[in-house]
């Protein structure tokens, strides 16, 4: 699986409600809440961000509430993956539920810089740096994942599956 896109930066600690402030838990449609997405903290991003492009962010992202309305909004926005130096458990569990790629790296999160241009190959366990012409190394998805992710979530991937 390869991935490419322009890096959007964050720190620590970022919220549910920073991914998906709670005013807009209105609905379940993910174009709506990914025209919301990261607005907690940064209201340009919904209209910075390109369809395939990255968030990056420190550790403990996701943190907050466990709902999915957050991982949700992030595909909504058209975000490909989120590098991160850590995850807040249930976060994790339910981007790789509804097929949104997470990828733990303190290495890349801290070197990368928002505008870099970034390619990951996940199968590898790779993160090209294209703008520094660095590599990070990262420890690959496990295949189960992967193929959770590639059917563009667990319900995709437990209905393909039977």
């Known amino acids: 699986m390869n991935i490419s896109g322009a890096a959007h930066k ?15 838990l209105n609905t379940i449609d993910k174009d709506i809440l990914g025209s919301h997405c990261m607005s ?18 420190g550790k403990n992202f996701g943190c907050g509430s466990s ?13 490909s993956a989120v590098v991160a130096k850590s995850f807040a458990r249930i976060f994790f569990r339910n981007s790789i539920n509804i097929g949104l790629p997470i990828i733990e790296s303190p290495d890349a999160a801290e070197k990368i ?15 090209k740096n294209l703008t520094t012409n660095e590599t990070y190394n990262i ?12 059917c563009g979530g667990l319900l995709n991937y437990v209905t393909k599956s039977l």
């Not at 600690?13 to 807009?24: G, K, L, Q, S």
């Not at 907690?40 to 962010?57: Q, R, Y």
């Open 139 to 150: 420890q690959p998805l496990p295949d189960f994942m992967q193929k959770i992710i590639a």
């Open 67 to 79: 709902r999915e309305h957050a991982p949700i909004s992030i595909l909504g926005a058209k975000v």
């Open 10 to 24: 964050y720190g620590d600690d970022i919220n549910t409600d920073e991914i998906i402030p709670a005013r807009f």
């Open 113 to 127: 810089k928002a505008g870099d241009k970034l390619e990951i190959n996940v199968t590898q366990g790779i993160i």
């Open 40 to 57: 907690g903290l940064d209201e340009e991003f919904p209209s910075n961000a390109a369809p395939g492009d990255i968030l990056v962010a």
